[in-house]
Nanobody, 118 residues
Framework: VQLVESGGGLVQPGGALTVSCAASGFNFLDYKMSWYRQAPGTAREWVASISRASVTREYADSVKGRFTISRDNAESTMSIEMNGLKPEDTAVYYC????????????WGQGTQVTVSL
């Protein structure tokens, strides 16, 4: 099983960035997908989730209206488009796959760094 994030980097405040996650080794269609993030010295926090058929998308209040989560089941990938980035969005962003009934496997990627700074 692998979840590999990509697309992180340095961006100026107000800028945009898209971070992606490529999944392999499990049946992607059986999993709800989410993004989490962790800033230095803080606990990992949930950012957004998308249901298996992309019917339901949920966002943390801190990113609602600025971030958009999506998935491509044919390619087993997930992305989050981040607009209007703020310095407080600086964190390591992690991809998460949780079995649809919350009683199965739960997988994590290694994370990708997003830094919002001048």
């Amino acid at each position: 099983v692998q979840l590999v994030e990509s697309g992180g980097g340095l961006v100026q405040p107000g800028g945009a960035l898209t971070v992606s996650c490529a999944a392999s080794g499990f049946n992607f269609l059986d999993y709800k997908m989410s993004w989490y993030r962790q800033a230095p010295g803080t606990a990992r926090e949930w950012v957004a989730s998308i249901s298996r058929a992309s019917v339901t998308r949920e966002y943390a209040d801190s990113v609602k209206g600025r971030f958009t989560i999506s998935r491509d089941n044919a390619e087993s990938t997930m992305s989050i488009e981040m607009n209007g980035l703020k310095p407080e969005d600086t964190a390591v962003y992690y991809c998460n796959a949780r079995y649809w009934n919350d009683r199965g496997p739960n997988y994590w990627g290694q994370g990708t760094q997003v830094t919002v700074s001048l």
